[in-house]
């Protein structure tokens, strides 16, 4: 499964991002879906995941403030993020578990900066 993760930049404190990632494949409603980071000298960490059925889980530092969402049709995964904090920089990588094996996309940017 490759995963081709899009919608990463520069935006000011307080503005929004939405980010997108596809994957190759056909993603089963079992599998589940999700989006971590990793800013400079930190490890990686869970932003949020979802499954099939639309549970999701948030890590609490975005709580309220991203949302996850999937299409199962387009095998897609998105996170919006608003109210984007300068604590929120770092490289976003979205994952499937596929039965077990987990697969990432290759990652994108998202600076908060003014």
């Known amino acids: 499964v490759q995963l081709q993760a899009s919608g990463g930049g520069l935006v000011q404190p307080g503005g929004s991002l939405r980010l997108s990632c596809a994957a190759s494949?056909?993603?089963?409603?079992?599998?589940?879906m999700g989006w971590y980071r990793q800013a400079p000298g930190k490890q990686r960490e869970l932003v949020a995941d979802i499954t099939g059925g639309g549970v999701t889980n948030y890590a609490d530092s975005v709580k309220g403030r991203f949302t996850i969402s999937r299409d199962n049709a387009k095998n897609t995964v998105y996170l919006q993020m608003n109210s984007l904090k300068p604590g929120d920089t770092a490289v976003h990588y979205c994952?499937?578990?596929?039965?077990?094996?987990?697969?990432w996309g290759q990652g994108t940017q998202v600076t908060v900066s003014s």
């Open positions: 994952n499937v578990n596929f039965w077990g094996d987990v697969y």
């Open positions: 494949r056909r993603i089963f409603s079992i599998n589940v």
